[in-house]
């Protein structure tokens, strides 16, 4: 891309921020170390942009757009710098734009999800394709980024809209991080799709919005926790505990948002859990048992073992 521009010095009023640009967050700890180097050394790799056509843009006063290096030439604004490096390249058509966008930032560092799932809706609306496979390879994003950046577009609007408010804080002060989300939208299919009681009581809006809501008051332990819906669900198909406990469990979940999937878990199914864990550990102890009945002599070691096992289980049943 360098090798086919003209190389000028252009001042940064000049420049407009590119309407394309995938990365649509910077953090503003970063821009001030960035200011600082500045500062010191300079602007040492020249900004890429194209000339702008239009009303705006005269052939005595030329107006353009960012290719790369919109942290550089925001700092040069800040700094008031009179002139910027910039490569000039011929303009690109709107969708070329885009994907050369995409290709030349995301090799260098990784994005908010949030910033790739929005412009990924831009090259769906802008191409037509649809395919994971194809958009992976105009974008030069991985198939797996494709795929969780449009399942994080299928959240509601307003909390796309909470997620990208944050995005540019360190990930440590996010609360509503895509991550959280992820885990959140994989819960609520799993509700969903094997509890049609809680489909038919809340909607998909609604479960997200109060399990987003734990977040906030931070009654999780890690975003991770929503993966305990999937647990509970699955412990009322293995017959573990009754459907409507499970049933119970997970629309209390849905209306307490203090209360985590960890707490209701524990409260619904880890006891029981463990007990259908020991009832066939059981099982393979007793077909283990039955295959020593051909033996003339067990160890002594192993005897007290089973004596203090048999112990155990009388204790267990109430017998003295």
Request: hydrophobic fraction near 40%; charged fraction near 30%.
């Amino acid at each position: 891309m360098n090798s086919s521009g003209t190389l000028a010095s252009i001042e940064p009023e000049s420049i407009e921020r590119n309407p394309r640009n995938p990365r649509r967050y910077f953090n503003e700890e970063r821009l001030d170390l960035l200011r600082t180097s500045i500062q010191e050394v300079g602007i040492l790799v020249p900004l890429i942009v194209y000339q702008q056509n239009g009303a705006a843009a005269t052939a005595a006063e030329p107006r353009y757009v960012l290719m790369d290096g919109e942290r550089r030439w925001r700092c040069a604004l800040d700094l008031g710098l009179d002139a910027v490096p910039a490569n000039v390249i011929p303009a690109p058509s709107e969708l070329d734009n885009l994907l050369r966008m995409f290709n030349i930032h995301n090799v260098r560092e990784d994005w908010p999800l949030i910033s790739v799932a929005l412009s990924l809706n831009d090259v769906i609306e802008l191409s037509g394709e649809s395919g994971e496979k194809r958009l992976a390879e105009m974008t030069g994003l991985t198939r797996s980024t494709v795929r969780r950046a449009r399942r994080l577009l299928s959240i509601p609007p307003a909390e796309l809209q909470l997620i990208q408010e944050e995005a540019h804080l360190e990930r440590t002060q996010q609360v509503h991080r895509e991550d959280l989300y992820l885990e959140i939208e994989a819960a609520e299919s799993v509700l969903r799709s094997e509890l049609p009681e809680i489909a038919a009581e809340f909607s998909r809006d609604q479960v997200i919005r109060q399990f987003a809501a734990k977040a906030e008051v931070k009654s999780l332990r890690a975003v991770t926790d929503f993966r305990y819906v999937g647990r509970l669900v699955k412990a009322a198909d293995e017959d573990v505990v009754t459907r409507d406990a499970v049933v119970d469990a997970a629309r209390t979940l849905i209306t307490q948002p203090t209360i985590s999937p960890h707490e209701v878990f524990d409260e619904v199914a880890a006891l029981a859990y463990r007990q259908h864990t020991i009832q066939r550990k059981a099982e393979l102890l007793a077909d283990d048992l039955r295959e020593l009945f051909s033996v003339t002599t067990l160890s002594p070691g192993l005897l007290d073992r089973l004596r203090e096992l048999r112990d155990l289980i009388d204790r267990l049943g109430g017998e003295e």
